[in-house]
Every structure is written in C-alpha cells, then in structure tokens.
C-alpha cells in the first residue's frame, strides 16, 4: 500500500511555481500550503475548529516539547497527536533540532547525537537519530522530520561544514531507525550560507527524498536577498516528484518569493506570535492594533477578509482588548492571520493555474506595501 504521494496538477510557464496536491493517510493537502505551528499540540488562542473553518489543512508539532511534555509514551497511550489533540486532518512534526540547538540551557553535540538540558527543570537528555525517530513514531504524525543540526548564521566554513555532515549521517541513521511505513521523512538540506555545502547536503539528501524533502537553517538571521539566492541555486536540483518543504518561513512576502522558487510547503509561527502583540496582516499592509490611531476606529479591520473576526469586530474594540491584555484580542488577530495567509496561498495556487504568478506578486505588494 503507498501511503503518500505527490501530484504536480500545474506549473506556471513563467516562475515554475508548482500547484499540486500531497496525498496522505489522513487527508490530501493542496499545495502550495501554510501550515500553522501548534507547538504543543494546539495552535496557540485557536479552536481546532476554528483552523478547519479557515483553511487549515496540515499543522506543525514539536517533537522536543512533546517529549518533555507531557512525553510521548503518553501520546501514544491517548492514540498518538491526532487522537490526543483530536486533528483528523494531516500533521507534522519537526524532529527538535532546532529547539536543542536554541533552546536548551547547556548542550554537547556529538557524532552519536546531541547531550542537552531540559529548558524546563534542567534534567538532563540525549537524543540520538534512533531516539528521535522512536519519539516521532509515538506521536504518529504524518509527515515527520529527520532530526539534522541547524547550524547558526554566523559560522564559518568549517563549522557549517560538520554540522553539514552531521545532518548527512544522521539521515541514514534516521532511515535505518524508522519502522513505520505510515509516516512519511522528510530529508532536510543544510549547509548554512555557502553554495557549495549547500549542493553537498541536496546532493546527500536527494536519494532518500522519496515522499518529500525539506530546505532547513534559512531565516535564522540571514537577509532576506540571501535566502533567495540559495533557493534559486538549490532549484534546478531539488527532486521533482515530492513536495519541497521551506522550514520556519511565514511572513507573506517569503511565501510569495518561495512559491515563485519552486517551493510546496511552508510553516512559521509569526501569525501567531505577532497577534499576541497585536499586529495583523491585512490587505493594505500590517496593522499594529494596540497603536492610539485606531482608539476611535469603528470599521473592520480588514474589509476583504471575510474571517469571525473581520466579520464581528472592530479595530477600536480589538485595541481595546489587546491594551487590557484580555486573551480573546490575542485569539481573534490569531485567527485573522492565519486566515489572511491561508487566503494568501489559495490565490496564489489559482494564479499558478492561470500562469499569472508574477502580476499576482506585483498586485499583492502594490497593495500591502513592502514592510514585513
């Protein structure tokens, strides 16, 4: 039985954008796609139904906070994250490299995996591919990630170089560890800022990319230029039957710049975050909400959006409720972003169809300006 497969449906004849839809055991997800981050197995200040209602079709948890809390054994118990979080549509979970490289207090990296201490009380751990890949089949996702070593922005050659390496053998360990045929893994390229270690980690990840494959260490700090310029050289080589993974990109003008390199598949929790200091997207550029200007303003906050929020309140009562600190402002500018970027995707998927991508582009910015 093949559990996943991926569908080019159209390219646009002048970017290359790809739409497509990703076949999975718990659903099929049209592509290209947001995906909202539920770290701890919800989305932040956001009902399930909620996420259904605006378009969610995949979201993101975490294998490092999972494990530490409320620990996988657990989740398994409940039936693994889609029972526990009750999500019956596709999920992923990322492999926490990311949150043991940034998050932990005190960490050792070695060739056998990465020593750390728990963030929350200290205690001491080791993951290991073969331990990422036992946690990752607790939880049941989907779609899960090899666990790599993102290497900062900032390291020198050598140093990007090892963690390069690392990501490489640590790829097929990953692959020798996994049993499920139910979950599809994702490779992931690493590299850092230089080309040539770049095409190194694709060209040691490509064999194994079978059901999909994922660009990694991009948007930690490097301009915005730099990250497109990878994307443009990783391209011609990235394999053309599985979907193409950007990790950690979500603001609306890398979406679109990504969607234009040949990218499928993105996640960020910046629709989230941002909410929670009460900023929003909107098709006139980013509202900062809680700012005096909006003290007396009585209209939506976005009169092309079609969302509960848009549709119920106002930006004086929504300044109001961020201001006081009331948990339901955080909840309806989350649910506006997420909305707003799941809008954003599905017209550039018809744009795609109608190989009008780049007068989309221009449109888009013409409109929300250029501040991200």
């Known amino acids: 039985m093949k559990y996943f497969s991926y569908e080019i449906q159209h390219i646009d004849k002048y970017t290359g954008a790809r739409a497509g839809v990703f076949h999975t055991p718990h659903g099929d997800i049209l592509t290209p ?30 294998t490092y906070h999972l494990y530490l809390r409320p620990g996988d054994g657990l989740v398994k118990k409940a039936g693994g994250l889609h029972k526990f979080m ?36 200290g205690s001491k751990h080791l993951f290991t591919p073969e331990k990422v890949m036992e946690i990752e089949e607790n939880l049941g996702a989907d779609i899960i990630m090899q666990f790599d070593q993102c290497s900062e922005y900032g390291y020198n050659h050598t ?48 064999p194994f990319a079978t059901e999909g494959i994922a660009i990694g260490g991009l948007s930690v700090g490097e301009p915005k230029s730099r990250m497109y310029e990878i994307l443009e050289l990783l391209r011609p080589e990235l394999p053309e039957g599985v979907p193409r993974y950007l990790m950690g990109v979500g603001s609306p ?38 700012n005096a200007v909006y003290a007396e303003d009585f209209t939506p906050l976005d009169a092309n959006c079609n969302c509960y929020c848009c ?23 989350s649910l506006h972003n997420i909305t707003f970027l799941h809008k954003l995707m599905a017209e550039m998927r018809q744009a795609i169809f109608a190989d009008s991508l780049n007068d989309f582009a221009e449109k888009f910015y013409s409109e929300y300006g250029k501040e991200f």
């Open 33 to 62: 796609v947001y995906m909202p981050v539920g770290t701890q197995a919800t989305v932040k200040g956001v009902y399930p139904r909620d996420l259904k209602e605006a378009g969610s079709q995949i979201i993101l948890s975490n």
């Open 86 to 121: 009750n999500w019956d549509k596709p999920i992923l979970t990322d492999s926490g490299g990311f949150q043991v490289f940034s998050l932990t207090k005190l960490n050792k990296i070695r060739d056998e995996g990465v020593y750390f201490n728990s963030h929350i009380d």
């Open 159 to 206: 140093q990007a170089e090892l963690a390069m390496e690392r990501t490489a053998k640590w790829l097929e360990r990953c692959l020798n560890a996994k049993t499920r045929k139910d979950q599809a893994l994702f490779p992931i390229i690493q590299g850092n800022m230089f080309d040539d270690l770049r095409m190194e980690s694709l060209r040691r990840a490509k």
């Open 253 to 290: 003008d890398c979406l679109i710049e990504g969607v234009k390199r040949g990218v499928d598949m993105f996640d960020c929790v910046l629709a989230t975050r941002i909410a929670r200091n009460g900023t929003a997207f909107t098709s006139q550029g980013k509202k900062v909400v809680r």
């Open 311 to 333: 549709k119920n309140y106002t930006k004086a009562y929504l300044r109001h409720l961020i201001n006081v600190n009331e948990m339901l402002g955080s909840m309806l500018l």
